[in-house]
């Protein structure tokens, strides 16, 4: 098979690029036909959930997110970053967009190495080792002709070895002249963060923020579980309480604020008194640079959950959004302010992925408890489903249930 006269028919245009080239010739040793390049294998949401949380660049996704994923939200283009071995582990941007490319299966969770599409730019970085950028007509696969695509390699800071790639994908724009140097500058950015993670591991945790930023999980839980580096500690449903709000107010707020917030009848002043003085006691113990001030009442050194799923929908990051949603705020907690803030982000959060996310983002919303009896989100995936995918069966038998109620 003579590549480049295929390339040229293909393209019409002149002479294929060397990178083309030699990846096409690659692609036609493990499909004879292109028409027959498709992807073939996508990871099962748990299996990818559990994947993503414990490789190597879920540290640095919030970063990238910052860099290209705000930027692509609304400017035809899509996000991927995908593992070492081509599969997309996070696919964020346009709306619109990534609609369109979930047809050619462009998810997260697919293989989207040479071995599995043929060339690509994610597939072609990783197999080259470099940066490369694909227009349309130059991919292997006819499933892909109609989009364009940049990715850059990331590489482990030590060994520098790629553990990933991150991708630009979409129309013209992301073969655009300010592409390449934009993916470049957040791969780079990323692998700084990389490198500065790997020093303070190997400093031992010596200092409170060598193993990053302590964090506070209250999605999805009774009580809240905060986090630094391999430290754990499980706090009260009050304790738990008690730091959401603080952080949401970082201006601090005076003790009548808070036990306003905190409790549904007046209580005298030495019932909070006495709460505060046992948490700053239990962070104090857990150090990590984790701080609770007073006059007014404040906290320093922590990060939440919860602002971290608003902060994402604000950008218009559905996934990530849910990738840090574990589910409702404290749902047995009967705090006021803690009940308005669980029943706003709840609602916030559905209405952006219903309304807009990609079925994918949706398929994942409705795996979260309070999404279950939700008919219209359900109803709403159905639509949005190809006609044959396999997860059609589960959400019609999903809708009867709920229907014969």
């Not at 949380?53 to 290209?68: K, N, R, T």
């Not at 002043?269 to 984790?290: C, H, I, N, P, S």
């Not at 994402?312 to 574990?326: C, I, K, M, P, T």
Request: hydrophobic content about 40%; overall charge negative.
């Amino acid at each position: 098979m003579d590549v480049r006269s295929e390339q040229l028919v293909h393209a019409g245009q002149g002479a294929a690029r060397d990178v083309v080239e030699d990846s096409w010739r690659r692609s036609f040793r493990t499909h004879p036909r292109r028409e027959d390049a498709a992807v073939a294998s996508v990871l099962g949401e748990d299996e990818l959930r559990s994947y993503r949380e414990g490789h190597a660049l879920a540290p640095v996704m919030p970063l990238i997110s910052d860099l290209l994923v705000q930027p692509a939200s609304d400017a035809g283009t899509v996000v991927a970053v995908g593992d070492e071995r081509g599969t997309l582990l996070w696919v964020e941007g346009d709306p619109a967009v990534r609609r369109r490319a979930e047809r050619m299966a462009f998810l997260e969770g697919a293989d989207w190495s040479e071995d599995s599409i043929g060339t690509s730019a994610p597939g072609t970085a990783l197999a080259t080792g470099s940066a490369v950028q694909i227009a349309g007509p130059e991919h292997f696969s006819p499933l892909v002709e109609d989009f364009s695509c940049t990715a850059v390699p990331i590489r482990d800071p030590l060994s520098g070895v790629p553990i990933g790639v991150v991708d630009i994908t979409g129309g013209d724009l992301a073969i655009s002249g300010y592409a390449l140097p934009l993916v470049r500058a957040a791969v780079a950015a990323a692998e700084e963060r990389l490198r500065t993670l790997a020093a303070a591991s190997r400093a031992g945790g010596r200092t409170p923020s060598s193993a990053g930023p302590a964090v506070l999980s209250v999605t999805g839980r009774d009580h809240g579980v905060l986090r630094c580096g391999d430290r754990t500690l499980s706090l009260s449903v009050r304790h738990s309480e008690i730091l959401v709000l603080l952080a949401g107010n970082p201006r601090g707020l005076t003790a009548e604020e808070l036990a306003d917030r905190l409790y549904e009848q007046p209580v005298p002043a030495v019932t909070l008194r006495a709460e505060l003085v046992r948490l700053r006691k239990a962070l104090d113990g857990f150090g990590a640079g984790v701080r609770l001030l007073s006059r007014p009442y404040r906290i320093e050194g922590l990060e939440v959950d919860s602002l971290h799923a608003r902060a994402q929908l604000e950008r218009g990051s559905h996934r990530l959004a849910l990738n840090s949603y574990g589910g409702q705020i404290l749902p047995r907690s009967d705090a006021p302010a803690i009940a308005e803030l669980r029943d706003e982000l709840s609602a916030t959060l559905r209405e952006a992925v219903v309304g807009s996310a990609g079925v994918d983002v949706l398929m994942s919303y409705l795996q979260l408890p309070e999404a279950a009896d939700d008919v219209e989100a359900w109803q709403t995936a159905l639509r949005l489903l190809p006609p044959r995918s396999p997860k059609r069966a589960s959400v019609v038998a999903h809708l009867e249930r709920l229907l014969r109620r």
